[in-house]
């Protein structure tokens, strides 16, 4: 929940330095709802240390793909009215490097 309303404000000074490293990211997410509003997170922080983002060969929904270790089993999101989830459904790979982000699906 890097976008969660409950939890954003907890990660933008994290995120603001984890970006400015330039080492690569390896995101998960439990839904669709959560890929999104974590893509807009880590893009305001791409934004915020000076790194616009650019992505011009997305293949699906920002990037995400269906990731094949993902838990199998739905359980109810506490933090979103049980809304049903599956942990680490999806996942993004930032490669590392200090040109403008492009974002690679695998």
């Known amino acids: 929940g890097l976008g969660h309303p ?9 995120m603001d330095s984890i970006v400015q490293t330039r080492l690569p ?3 998960t997410a439990h839904s669709e709802l959560d890929q999104d509003r974590d893509w807009n997170v880590l893009r305001e922080s791409f934004e ?25 089993m739905s359980t109810p999101d506490p933090l979103d009215g049980g ?14 490097g ?9």
């Open 6 to 14: 409950h939890l954003k404000s907890g990660w933008r000074d994290a």
């Open 25 to 27: 990211l390896f995101l």
């Open 48 to 72: 915020r240390v000076g790194r616009p983002m650019h992505h011009p060969e997305v293949r699906h929904v920002h990037g995400y793909r269906l990731c094949p270790f993902a838990s199998r």
């Open 83 to 96: 809304r049903a989830v599956k942990a680490n459904a999806h996942y993004l790979y930032v490669p590392p």
């Open 98 to 106: 200090d040109t403008a982000l492009r974002v690679h699906s695998y």
